[in-house]
């Protein structure tokens, strides 16, 4: 159980409205005694309420629990604690038992007296460690030492982190030094970032520099993170040779902000990895200037690549006008194909994928800048590009991005006015895949007057708009054999009760 999960679970009220001017019940006589400090008084009051007949068990239950209570204040440890026993045997759901439990380790001082889970005593010593440090301390490294429960372990090392106690805190940097489970020795350093004091900083260098574990030497990096330390890391940058661990770092402090240092370590970084990690980070930090000062030296296919990409996601002001510059300039069709792909993350970049359109000759750049546009939604430039080509091929692939922009009155508009069949079959289909309002109704309709390959590309359009309805209506007027085959064929690939119902009537009907 988390430590979330226990404060639901155990924290409830455990004060009661103030009592009435006179009190009348012996529950309200318990009460008005506590306050004024007649322990026994009181003990003796709430033994009465928790044998009134008839009342309710919550009632009676509270009633046993300041009974224990007053006894722990008279120093009847003893009574005390059998009236916590009687309290667990009695109404063992009860909400007042946790509260017992916890008032039980407080008083009697020991984990083995309490007799109850390490998670419930983690919580009962994070409401007492404020009120007496000296006491609560030694029970939560105990429970540190000897849990078997790494939750409970966990849980102690946060209440540890809650106290700014210099002796919480030398137990804190106990624990990210010599313990030897990994997790909690990761929680004890991510405390120490959090203390970001000059202490705590100084011990995560010293516990980086001796660690072998990466696991430790990560947590590390996290812990300067939390501290917004990012000096120690630049160090850590220089020093270290694992190139995983260089990348955390590197990442690190993009994450940070920090490039700075970053842009005077590039040149000297080896690894591919390491700099494509730093290319990244600068993307991370929106450092556009060192983003473009990589393309105006750097080589690697790969990392330009990635520059491109980092450019685009920190949309610069003049973002689409460079990414132009540089498509007209560059040879490399991976590099083009980049920036094309870029494109999508510019709100201005339309007009630059049309510039591109109508100057590119290589067909596969300009199939992809055309798709580009359909991704953006261009879809007033998509209708005036298919009127501008002519061929099929680049028309085809005009009909696919007014798909993909989601415009479906424009391809309504190529099926009615376009003359050749296969580019009015790829229309049919197209507005499938777009699914728009009223399409399988539109395609239905088009039916009866459609080519046998229009027919075909409605049949296979009914299957991909799921629409056994519209299907089963041309079933039922065509007579040609082989469309209706498909046409069955197409119901039976259907998860539709409507065409299971359909194919099950029919083949009752045939006997």
């Known amino acids: 159980m988390n430590m979330k999960g226990l404060i639901k679970t155990l924290v409830i009220v455990t004060t009661v409205a103030a009592a009435a001017a006179l009190a009348q019940t012996p529950y309200d006589e318990g009460q008005k005694a506590l306050r004024a400090q007649h322990w026994m ?7 009465e309420a928790a044998r009134i007949q008839g009342a309710e068990s919550d009632r009676i239950a509270a009633a046993m629990y300041w009974r224990a209570h007053a006894l722990y204040k008279a120093d009847h440890r003893g009574d005390a604690a059998r009236q916590i026993s009687e309290l667990e045997r009695s109404y063992p759901d009860s909400r007042w038992l946790a509260e017992a439990r916890a008032l039980q380790v407080e008083y009697q001082g020991s984990i083995e007296d309490a007799g109850a889970e390490d998670e419930l005593r983690v919580f009962a010593l994070s409401q007492l460690i404020e009120r007496d440090l000296e006491r609560a301390l030694p029970l939560l490294l105990e429970i540190m030492r000897e849990t078997e429960s790494d939750q409970a372990r966990q849980d102690a090392m946060f209440v540890l982190g809650m106290s700014d106690s210099p002796k ?10 010599n313990s030897d489970d990994p997790e909690m020795q990761a929680q004890a350093i991510q405390m120490l970032g959090a203390a970001s004091s000059d202490a705590s900083l100084s011990m995560l260098s010293g516990l980086y520099s001796d660690a072998s574990d990466k696991r430790v030497k990560e947590a590390v990096i996290h812990a300067y993170i939390s501290a917004d330390s990012p000096d120690p890391l630049v160090a850590i940058l220089k020093a270290e040779k694992n190139t995983d661990l260089q990348r955390e770092v590197i990442h690190a402090l993009g994450a940070m902000g ?32 060192m983003l473009r ?42 590099e083009k194909v980049a920036i094309l792909e870029s494109l999508v993350r510019l709100s201005d970049a339309e007009g630059l994928a049309l510039e591109i359109v109508n100057t590119e000759r290589d067909p596969e750049l300009l199939a992809l800048s055309i798709q580009m546009l359909g991704v953006m939604g261009a879809t007033e430039s998509l209708s005036g590009l ?19 922009a989601g415009d479906t009155e424009g391809l309504k508009r190529v099926v009615r006015e376009e003359q050749d069949p296969e580019l009015r079959a790829s229309a049919i289909e197209s507005i499938a895949v777009d699914g728009g309002p009223g399409a399988g109704e539109f395609l239905v309709g088009l039916y009866d007057g459609g080519s046998e390959m229009e027919k ?17 209506a041309l079933l039922e007027r065509e007579r040609d054999p082989q469309l209706r085959r498909q046409m069955l064929q197409v119901l039976t690939m259907m998860d539709s009760d409507e065409a299971s119902e359909y194919l099950f009537r029919m083949l009752e009907e045939d006997g």
């Not at 008084?41 to 033994?47: G, I, L």
């Not at 240092?261 to 450092?287: K, N």
């Not at 009127?387 to 009909?399: I, Q």
């Open 258 to 289: 920090e490039t700075e240092a970053l842009q005077e370590l590039y040149p000297g970084l080896t690894s591919p990895e390491t700099r494509m990690a730093a290319i990244e980070a600068f993307a991370i930090a929106d450092d556009n200037q």
């Open 456 to 472: 075909q590309s409605i049949i296979n359009s009914m299957m991909i708009l799921e629409d056994a309805s519209g299907l089963i």
């Open 168 to 177: 919480a805190q030398q137990a804190i940097a106990e624990a990210a030094r």
């Open 293 to 334: 000062q990589v393309l105006s030296t750097e080589t690697d296919p790969e990392l330009r690549q990635t520059a491109i990409q980092g450019i685009a996601m920190v949309e610069a002001d003049d973002a689409s006008e460079f990414l132009q510059s540089l498509y007209s300039e560059t040879s490399s069709h991976d």
């Open 386 to 404: 298919y009127a501008r080509f002519e061929d099929v091929e680049t028309r085809r692939t005009v009909l696919e991005s007014m798909a993909i």
């Open 41 to 47: 008084e009181a003990a003796r009051q709430f033994a």
